[in-house]
């Protein structure tokens, strides 16, 4: 097992009962997990929590319930791991705001937002014009789009993941960054060019 194997692979050796296979990946998951628990922090609960806390918390239970796990692919696999994060994150959530019943809303809402910020993920690198062989490789560029992410610095992905994925003008990402407007679209275009660089260094 090299730290480059595939998915798939790995998919194959954990379920041999290879726990090395299963760490290993969860690890490639990582940096995709943590971006979108942090764009769910900080719609839910303004920043309160760790998102890296959260995706540790995540991969317990994935460890803890992967005798559960009946897919074959790496998407499959990736939507079985925000699932487990939509539930470890409305737990947090209700801790924080202190609700007192399970409301499985709060859950469905979580996992619909996550949805939609993998789409997001998905639609920053595959036009929606693509081939069907082109659009399944989707979830394998989200997960390299996140890792390169990761290797910004945070002013960089912080203004990325504002513009660009969550959709926001550069007026509101300036109010949310207290910065101004100019700094942030300047900002904006330095973060894009380092994403590039990022992204050309890791194909």
């Known amino acids: 097992m090299t730290a480059t194997a595939e998915p798939e692979q790995l998919l194959n ?40 806390d959260v995706v540790q918390d995540t991969f317990l239970e994935a460890h ?15 939507v079985w791991l925000r699932r487990i994060l939509a539930t470890v994150l409305a737990n947090l959530v ?55 992410l990761a290797t910004l610095p945070d002013d960089y992905r912080d203004v990325i993941v504002l513009r660009q994925l969550q959709g926001l003008s550069f007026a509101e990402v300036a109010s949310k960054m207290n910065r101004s407007e100019d700094s942030v679209q300047k900002l904006w275009v330095r973060a894009l060019a380092n994403l590039r660089r990022a992204l050309g260094s890791g194909t």
């Open 13 to 52: 050796e954990a379920r041999a009962g290879d726990d090395r296979a299963l760490g290993q990946l969860l690890d490639q998951h990582c940096n995709y997990l943590t971006l979108l628990a942090r764009m769910q922090i900080g719609r839910y609960l303004q920043s309160k929590l760790d998102a890296a």
């Open 64 to 78: 803890r319930h992967f005798a559960h796990f009946r897919g074959q692919t790496q998407a499959e696999f990736v």
């Open 94 to 148: 209700r801790q924080y705001v202190g609700t007192q019943a399970r409301d499985v809303r709060l859950e469905r809402d979580l996992a619909a937002g996550l949805d939609q910020s993998s789409a997001a993920l998905d639609g920053a690198l595959v036009d929606p014009r693509s081939s069907p062989s082109q659009q399944s490789a989707r979830r394998e560029q989200s997960i390299i789009l996140a890792d390169a």
